[in-house]
T-cell receptor
Framework: SQQGEEDPQALSIQEGENATMNCSYKTSINNLQWYRQNSGRGLVHLILIRSNEREKHSGRLRVTLDTSKKSSSLLITASRAADTASYFC????????????FGKGTMLLVSP | DGGITQSPKYLFRKEGQNVTLSCEQN?????MYWYRQDPGQGLRLIYY???????QKGDIAEGYSVSREKKESFPLTVTSAQKNPTAFYLC????????????FGQGTRLTVV
């Protein structure tokens, strides 16, 4: 299966705390992408990390990738109520009819 | 104003009727995708297309059909053979099939009445 598996399924924190969510996958990848979905909306791309990168930052987001363990993590620092959303990872394979598939996501609730 | 547009936002269908969901993009993307999302669940891939006049079945293609006659357009038809069509449908596009990020439409919520 190409899809990633996010963990935990749900995460509840207070504003100002950090949120960490993890993604595991099974195949070798070209890159891994993280997306956010607000309730009832489409997904929004957050960050793409390539297989030869180990860490990437974008604002309050920090993504790590460990290809030996086939895992990635997304850290949101100093969380805000507006970060409340579901987060999905999408590992992208190198070859063949690679497509874009998602797991069930991590539902993050940030309380004021 | 570039982007990907799904229409309509809400759609009601009587049992036994076919219905077509529209997805249009002006991003000049080659790859396009259709997903189904049920409440509290992740996205399940219905069909995808890597290039014009070519498309592949995803994980849950039964009861659905698509066409890709133009680069900009990837309509999804929900047929009467789909047993439980009530769901949130999302369309996405990406420049290529591996290296770039995807852009999503705002979704169509289909309800069978």
């Amino acid at each position: 299966s190409q899809q990633g598996e996010e963990d935990p399924q749900a995460l509840s924190i207070q504003e100002g705390e950090n949120a960490t969510m993890n993604c595991s996958y099974k195949t070798s990848i070209n890159n891994l992408q993280w997306y956010r979905q607000n309730s009832g909306r489409g997904l929004v791309h957050l960050i793409l990390i390539r297989s030869n990168e180990r860490e990437k930052h974008s604002g309050r987001l920090r993504v790590t990738l460990d290809t030996s363990k086939k895992s990635s993590s997304l850290l949101i620092t100093a969380s805000r109520a507006a970060d409340t959303a579901s987060y999905f990872c999408a590992p992208r394979m190198n070859s063949g009819y690679s497509t874009l598939t998602f797991g069930k996501g991590t539902m993050l609730l940030v309380s004021p | 104003d570039g982007g990907i547009t799904q229409s309509p936002k809400y759609l009601f269908r009587k049992e036994g009727q076919n219905v077509t969901l529209s997805c249009e993009q002006n991003l000049n993307h080659d790859a396009m995708y259709w997903y189904r999302q049920d409440p509290g669940q992740g996205l399940r891939l219905i069909y995808y297309s890597q290039i014009v006049n070519d498309f592949q079945k995803g994980d849950i293609a039964e009861g659905y059909s698509v066409s890709r006659e133009k680069k900009e357009s990837f309509p999804l038809t929900v047929t009467s053979a789909q047993k439980n069509p009530t769901a949130f449908y999302l369309c996405a596009s990406s420049m290529d099939r591996v290296r770039t990020e995807a852009f999503f439409g705002q979704g169509t919520r289909l309800t069978v009445v």
